[in-house]
């Protein structure tokens, strides 16, 4: 079946754009996260949602950041007024959680360029 | 909150054995797990290995987890140039899953 999808793939701004990026996580799967990869670091975790509980916002790095998940389905990461620290890849993750096995599905990212 | 840790850089030969090391801090993770990113990729699940068990064994691929220690480590038998990724190792505390910052492996044909 269709696994997780990002759009774009790639997305250039210019420094104080606001940026949106799209996430469609796999059918049926309850819980969603947006993740952020820049240049030799790890994974930073940046939002959570599961079904219809209030998501976990606590690895948002600014209040430029902001996420929504619609009909508990495409979820959309939106950046207001760019920086260049911003530019890194942005992957979403989907997951059917059942009990404390949790394997996330990623999608290939969205790879972030601010100039 | 869980912290997990592992080295950046791994570089072997083709044909030998690779060992990617990682600690963690929450000794409550019911699952440690290990996942792989090809270049340009998202991350895929390799396998994982539940708190309860020591050693997990698929094919190529040997998890041993010691627990006394928060210490777990992947070993990839005969690797291969197809092998070269990153590969990071996670553990899940309640929900939320903690990511290392993932070691770069090397295949040197």
């Given at each position: 079946g269709?696994?997780v999808?990002q759009s774009?793939?790639?997305k250039?701004t210019e420094?104080?754009?606001?940026?949106?990026?799209r996430?469609?996580p796999i059918?049926?799967h309850?819980?969603?996260?947006?993740?952020?990869q820049?240049?030799g670091?790890?994974l930073?975790?940046?939002?959570?949602f599961?079904g219809?509980?209030?998501?976990?916002?606590?690895?948002?790095?600014?209040?430029r950041f902001?996420a929504?998940r619609t009909g508990?389905?495409?979820?959309?990461?939106t950046?207001?007024?760019?920086q260049?620290?911003?530019?890194?890849?942005?992957?979403c993750?989907?997951?059917?959680?059942?009990?404390?096995y949790n394997?996330?599905?990623?999608g290939p990212g969205?790879?972030l360029t601010?100039? | 909150g869980?912290?997990?840790?592992?080295?950046l850089?791994?570089s072997?030969?083709?044909?030998?054995?690779?060992v990617i090391?990682c600690t963690y801090?929450?000794s409550?993770?019911?699952?440690?797990?290990w996942?792989?990113?090809e270049?340009?990729?998202g991350?895929q699940?390799?396998?994982y290995?539940?708190?309860n068990m020591?050693m997990k064994?698929?094919?190529r691929?040997?998890?041993?987890?010691?627990?006394?220690?928060?210490h777990l480590?992947?070993?990839?038998a005969?690797?291969?140039?197809?092998?070269?990724?990153?590969?990071?190792?996670?553990?899940?505390?309640?929900f939320k899953?903690?990511?290392?910052?993932?070691t770069?492996l090397?295949v040197k044909a």
């Open positions: 269709a696994g999808s774009p793939s790639n250039v420094k104080g754009k606001d940026v949106e990026l996430c469609d059918s049926g309850t819980a969603l996260y947006w993740y952020r820049s240049l670091q790890g930073e975790f940046l939002i959570y599961q219809n509980s209030a998501p976990d916002k606590s690895g948002l790095p600014s209040d902001s929504e508990g389905s495409v979820s959309t990461l950046i207001q007024r760019t260049q620290e911003d530019s890194a890849v942005y992957l993750a989907s997951s059917f959680e059942r009990s404390s394997e996330q599905f990623f969205t790879r601010v100039l | 869980e912290d997990v840790e592992q080295s850089f791994l072997v030969r083709e044909g030998d054995s690779s090391n801090t929450d409550s993770s019911t699952y440690l797990y996942y792989k990113q270049p340009g990729a991350l699940l390799l396998t290995i539940f708190s020591d064994q698929d094919q691929l040997t998890v041993l987890l010691n627990k006394k220690d928060k480590s992947l070993r990839i005969d690797t291969q140039t197809g092998d070269s990724a990153i590969y990071f190792c996670a553990g899940t505390g309640g899953t903690i990511f290392g910052a993932g770069r090397f």
